[in-house]
């Protein structure tokens, strides 16, 4: 058989199973079925391959390749497009065919040309003819209608950075842009958005079914609870009177309903044929690992064909569109929305950098929709070192699961780091050393006027944690079981009551989860989040920390926690595990200097203090105090202002630090002046005269004494009923004096250590031997010394090393707020060793001398680098940065393999490419 009647069965086979009849010319009965299609139809063109017939009518044309073809479809469009217009014999109507495909087995590409300016966009399968039929009939196509025919959005009820969301997305979608991002920050109203925009396509739009995809069974019960509150504001009826929404808890779509709620776990399942575990739902996939084994394909199923949604709105789109769970994007025909808190790389390039609405954390504060955050650490020996349990020790074991105890003797010395606490070793005096320093924190420090503790979520780490959690806290406050609740999947009560009761009423006063809670579930009274977990994923720790920002008014923060004196102005991050250090997250706490007094950040700004640091703080009282004042206190700041509210006047310093705003304020300065700038080409001193002039103008508010006087007058004045906590102030936790000497300590073991085995350890012949030496240098080393470093009694992780200088040597330490690769350990040796005068992440060590050696290839050869031989050689460098050297086998594994590998890069560089590998090898490590 040849390729192309290879392709031609398959395309039979797609065309059957998607309800069309398939005939050849000889035996054609347009009266067999809905649709039919012809092969070889004849035409004034020549032969069509497939003439697609709807009731009888002839509506769309098959141009059909071997599959070799199928990455060059686009090239055959005219020849489509020729077909579709011409007059086919036996046709009475000669106007052209609506409908075109190209296909080969394997891929299928459609164009409507009744849409404006039609474009061709690849599609898993053909459509059902019915489907067809009632495009065909329809006076304006899906994209017709959201290009032409959406009317002004009402504004009553909504934020500005709401309006902005629904706007900026139906732009996007008349445009017939198939990915689309919301970006918002937790709190803002990411599903009332969504929910506003789903209505508007269901009721001005005409789309016939939209799918609310979710990644955790609770967030879509969440979803389809908005859903039935939602009331639109040109209908007095609720959104569920109008239109049907089915919650999928089976493999059946309601063919009546409008909205359909899923998580992504179900609709994999009902797509690739895979029997769902029902506790799947219940887990977000941040914390699930696909496998190998579970990458089964996803199938067409003409129960559900590719156009059953003309939308998909993805909720926190970045936690589960990639990998396996991309399949489930790929089978519909729908254009894809995404709505998330925290976006990273992969969301941007998935949604093609398309982002129609940017709202970001920061502005939320100073919008007064969020509250900002302060951190608060606490560190235990345990937690830092970890500990050892001596051979023929009498000790309690227990079961994981079953949590059955026995009593037994060990059998030899068991020393665990502080990862194995809580999983296979609880030390519950490290709890209990936890718990109680969180207790007296709040007491005396962070919320010492309050006579109840206020609301607390703890994360633990497993279940069984939490069960153990559960219990110290009832002991160390002293309080009855109601005081403190687990809220996990696995908890004996009914989890959403405890989740209500938490959220409503005075107890429980503390929840424990494990992931329940951990994303986008609603609680406005929190103020108090305590990390005993840590967390890999930045997308994942930021919507964790998304728990506890949302703003509340006095009422009803004193509703639940009856001492609260007016409305919710902060939470507080307790930090017992280092989360904070080890990884960088996209938001801050504004509050950069909690210890400095707000009339010193006054007069400092007054006399031109102008660092982030000052500013941001600064902006953080301004904006927490504009809620706690009366409307006389206000009244009083504003006229001394000038004019401008106290919330004004925070809103304006942070936003006077936005750098997309520096870099637009650059560019038009340099325009004024007649020069030529782009923002790749502005000078640094560019950016920081536009950045001093902003920050200036926010700042020149704060010149008057007077004002200055009113503002400090009025949190005098606020803050009278607290005077007293200066009597039991406790050091914060983790810094002063004693942390100082710690962080010494730490690098003088670690210098001891290095010159003290610098024979034993193969790596470190790198740093002490002759240069010509340093390109024995290899990932696996390194990952040896880490090892020996990382091991009781030493505990030296690159995490702590790096802090400990941060502590000490600040001023010669960078990148000390960034997630640290494994060969940043490079950077330590050398910076200990004297080599280095700056402590600086290793990645940036090697960009420098990418730089230096990529300049001088380009001046050495007669013709410089391609721009697709620059990128390889970036991508190459980059492997080099987190694995000490580049090989050909690399090039089998993660971003080079995704650029097409070996096969790819050989045909980029051919001969040269292992002599270019080894030279980056020895330049941009050693």
């Keep these: 058989m040849t390729p192309e009647a290879k392709a031609r069965q398959l395309i039979d086979q797609k065309l059957q199973s998607s309800g069309w009849q398939v005939q050849d010319l000889k035996q054609l009965n347009l009266s067999a079925a809905l649709g039919v299609a012809v092969r070889e139809f004849p035409t004034d063109s020549g032969p069509a391959d497939y003439v697609l017939f709807v009731n009888r009518q002839a509506v769309g044309v098959i141009e059909a390749k071997k599959d070799s073809a199928g990455e060059n479809l686009t090239v055959v469009e005219s020849q489509t497009a020729r077909y579709a217009a011409a007059n086919l014999k036996w046709r009475t109507d000669n106007s052209p065919l609506r409908f075109l495909f190209e296909a080969t087995g394997q891929v299928i590409r459609f164009t409507d040309n009744a849409d404006p300016a039609p474009r061709s966009r690849e599609v898993f399968h053909f459509f059902r003819p019915d489907t067809l039929a009632g495009w065909f009939d329809s006076p304006n196509t899906l994209r017709r209608r959201l290009a032409e025919h959406m009317p002004r959005l009402a504004e009553r009820n909504l934020r500005d950075c709401q309006v902005s969301a629904v706007t900026g997305l139906e732009k996007s979608l008349a445009l017939n842009k198939p990915r689309s991002l919301v970006h918002m920050a937790t709190g803002a109203g990411k599903t009332f958005t969504a929910i506003t925009s789903v209505y508007r396509l269901l009721k ?51 063919p009546h309903a409008q909205v359909c709620i899923s998580t992504i776990q179900r609709m994999y399942a009902i797509l690739s044929g895979e029997p769902i575990d029902e506790s799947a739902e219940d887990v977000s996939l941040n914390e699930v690992r696909q496998t190998a084994k579970q990458a089964k394909l996803v199938r067409y199923n003409p129960a559900v064909p590719v156009e059953t949604f003309d939308f998909i709105v993805i909720d926190e789109c970045h936690r589960s569109i990639y990998n396996l769970w991309k399949q489930v994007l790929d089978y519909f025909d729908a254009s894809l929305i995404g ?17 129609v609405a940017e709202y970001t954390y920061e502005q939320s504060v100073a919008d007064g929709v969020n509250v900002g955050y302060d951190v608060f650490e606490i560190e235990t020996e345990i937690t830092q070192k970890g500990a050892e349990v ?17 009593w037994g003797e060990t059998e030899e010395d068991i020393a665990y780091s502080a990862k194995e606490l809580d999983r296979s070793v609880v030390n519950v005096s490290q709890i209990r050393q936890v718990i109680q320093a969180m207790k007296t924190a709040v007491e005396t420090q962070i919320f010492p006027a309050r006579k109840e503790t206020p609301k607390t979520l703890i994360f633990a780490k497993t279940d069984s944690h939490a069960d153990d959690i559960i219990n110290i806290l009832r002991e160390v406050y ?37 992931d329940m809670i951990a994303t986008g579930t609603d609680v406005k009274p929190l103020e108090v989040l305590l990390f005993l977990r840590d967390v890999r994923s930045r997308g994942y720790y930021e919507q964790m ?68 640091d000052t500013v941001l703080s600064l902006a ?110 406790v050091t ?22 290095l010159r003290q085995h610098k024979d034993e350890i193969a790596a470190l012949d790198f740093f002490y031997q002759q240069p010509y030496q340093r390109r024995a240098l290899t990932f696996d080393l390194i990952e040896d010394l880490h090892e020996r470093l990382g091991k009781p009694p030493l505990m030296l992780t690159t995490e702590r090393l790096w802090s400990a200088y941060a502590r000490v040597q600040a ?116």
């Design 204 to 254: 001005f739009g005409g789309a016939k079914r939209i799918l609310f995809l979710v990644d955790t069974r609770n967030l879509g019960k969440q979803a389809h609870q908005e859903f039935m509150a939602y009331t639109p504001p040109d209908d007095g009826r609720k959104f569920t009177e109008l239109y049907n929404v089915q919650r999928l808890a089976s493999p059946s779509i309601d």
């Design 339 to 355: 709505l998330t808190a925290t976006p990273d790389k992969r969301t941007f390039g998935f949604f093609n950098e398309n982002i």
């Design 390 to 406: 001596k051979a023929k020790e009498w000790v309690d074991h227990r079961d994981r699961q079953t949590r059955k105890k026995r």
């Design 478 to 514: 002293d309080q009855g079981n109601a005081f403190c609740k687990k809220v996990t999947y696995r908890a004996e009560e009914d989890a959403d009551s405890i989740l209500s009761s938490f959220r409503n009423d005075y107890h429980p006063r503390i929840a424990v989860t494990v």
């Design 545 to 612: 920390k998304g728990r506890g920002v949302r703003s509340l008014d006095g009422d009803g923060l004193k509703r639940v926690s009856n001492s609260a004196d007016g409305a919710k102005t902060r939470f507080v991050l307790i930090d017992a595990v280092g989360v904070e250090k080890s990884l960088k997250t996209d938001s801050r706490p504004l509050e950069k200097k909690p210890g400095v007094a707000l009339k010193d950040l006054l007069q400092g700004v007054a006399m031109g203090s102008r660092d982030d």
């Design 620 to 729: 953080n009282r301004l904006v927490r105090l504009a809620k706690q004042l009366d409307d006389k206190a206000q009244a009083r700041i504003e006229k001394a202002s000038g004019g401008i509210p106290v919330a004004a006047l925070g809103k304006d310093l942070i936003a006077a630090l936005n750098p997309d705003a520096i870099v637009q304020a650059a560019l038009a300065t340099a325009q004024a002046q007649g020069m030529t700038r782009t923002e790749d080409t502005l000078l640094p001193q560019e950016i920081e005269a536009a950045r001093a002039a902003r920050v200036a103008a926010a700042c020149a508010p704060f010149d008057q004494p007077a004002l200055r006087d009113e503002i400090e007058h009025a949190r005098r004045e606020r803050e009278q009923l607290i005077d007293h906590i200066n009597l039991d102030q």
């Design 732 to 753: 914060f936790a983790g810094f002063g004096e004693q942390a100082e000497a710690q962080a010494r300590t730490v690098i003088q073991t670690f210098a001891d250590y």
């Design 811 to 926: 001023s010669q330490v960078k990148g000390a707020d960034r997630k640290r690769q494994l060969t940043d350990l490079v950077s330590l040796v050398r910076f200990a060793l004297g080599l280095e005068g700056e402590l600086k992440p290793f990645a940036d060590e090697v960009d420098r001398r990418f730089q230096a050696w990529i300049f001088r290839h380009n001046a050495q050869r007669a013709t410089a680098f391609t721009p697709e031989q620059t990128e390889w050689l970036r991508l190459m460098k980059d492997h080099i940065a987190s694995s000490c050297r580049v090989s050909r086998d690399d090039f089998d594994y993660a971003e080079l393999a995704d650029k097409g590998g070996l096969q790819k890069v050989w045909q980029v560089f051919g001969m040269e490419l292992d002599g270019l590998m080894n030279e980056m090898n020895e330049e941009l490590v050693a």
